[in-house]
């Protein structure tokens, strides 16, 4: 049998900078977790999103979870969320014991759709239960309907949490993804565009927020010379080698997004004639840092994305179906759900027949023909089984 080199969905692709800044921090014997990298790294994250300061942290969740305390989140507090997404958008809602309400996807975006949030916004007034935050997600890079979004949550006095841990590098009518909302949350986890390999950030305008994010990241400790606490703090911040590795990444995301988007480009090229095969849109005015490349597989297709995975994993080829809806999750089974219409929901069309394909901004054109060659293979020849049909 033939021995393949393994090709994962998104790798970390380090620039070659990163052990020069690793080194710096060695140097100045700044192991920890606050130190002047991690300054410069918040820095330029917030001048390159356009705003005015971020907080560095140990992950995106970290970053959604401080978002959520500093808009004041309560116990059985209401939070809209995305419900296509991972499921870390929406946990930290459940660390406050509040009740996430999840929104159905649109086509055009695949993200939270306007007249679903609308419903869910009419139907909380009758309750009488205004939510605390919307949480607005852009998946896989693609930013979602935000003048819409804003539309509704300011005529309803609601914030918003843009969760941009995916759209790092991706524009939204000129403006960066997550500079848009109250707050914007970015993760460097390993599989992003750029990474620390583990990481996150908070940002926003609003500095004396971003300033107390830090404080709450921090143990909440209070500036005495002793150790003065008066509120539940945790342990958040990102550790300053980390964001040398992070101020190193920052020099390639541009190039990372160009790249991201050739890897997108191939795929569609070559893919996109075959019968039910549609990939993830751009809405206009909207650019995408491509992250995953993204395809569905409809009824024109003869396979299941289940079965094109299994077959890409044969010749070692790491494929993944689109994120579960969270509506769906067994952990959020009592959390109400809306969508816009009566039809089966956009987002449960876009789990079952979703696929996303190896996007790594190291893999070679040699790989990339690897796998379009396997995908070619797959969807030209395979027939559809009646067990496979029910599936659809
Ligand atoms: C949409 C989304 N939100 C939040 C997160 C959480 O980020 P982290 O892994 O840095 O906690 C991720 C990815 O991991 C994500 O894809």
Known sequence: MKEWKRIYLSPPHMSGKEYMKVEEAFQSNWIAPL?????????????????????????????????????????????????????ASANPILYEQAMPVFIDSEKDTW?????????????????????????????????AKMDDIIELCEAYGVPIIEDAAESLGSTYKGRKSGSIGKFGVYSFNGNKIITTSGGGMLVSDDEAAIERCRFLA???????????????????????????????????????????????????????GIEGVRFMPEYPETRSNRWLTTM???RGARV??????????????????VWKPLHEQPLFHQCPFYTATQ???????????????????????????????????????RTITPSQATRF
Do not use: W
């Open 111 to 143: 993200n939270m759709c306007p007249l679903a949030l609308e419903k869910a916004f009419v139907e909380a007034k009758r309750l009488g239960k205004r939510p605390r935050a919307v949480i607005v997600v852009h998946l896989y890079g693609q930013s």
């Open 343 to 381: 039809e089966k929901p956009t987002s449960e069309i876009l789990f079952q027949t979703g696929l996303c394909l190896p996007s790594g901004t190291s893999m070679t054109d040699v790989e990339q023909e690897r796998i379009i060659d396997t995908l070619y293979d797959i969807l030209r020849t």
């Open 218 to 272: 921090s143990q909440a400790r209070e500036p005495a010379a002793h150790y003065e606490h008066q509120e539940v703090g945790h342990n958040y911040r990102m550790s300053n080698i980390l964001a040398g590795v992070g101020i190193a990444q920052m020099d390639v995301l541009d190039e990372r997004v160009e790249q991201k988007r050739r890897i997108f480009q191939r795929y569609k090229e070559a893919l996109s």
């Open 296 to 298: 569905t597989i409809g």
């Open 35 to 87: 130190g002047p990298l991690v300054n410069e790294f918040e820095q330029s994250v917030a001048d390159y999103a356009g705003v005015k300061a971020g907080a560095a942290l140990s992950s995106g969740t970290a970053a959604i979870h401080l978002a959520l305390k500093l808009i004041g989140i309560q116990k059985d507090d209401v939070v809209f969320c995305s419900t296509l997404t991972f499921v």
């Open 304 to 321: 299941h994305p289940v079965d094109i995975i299994d077959a890409l994993e044969q010749r070692q080829i790491e494929a993944r179906r």
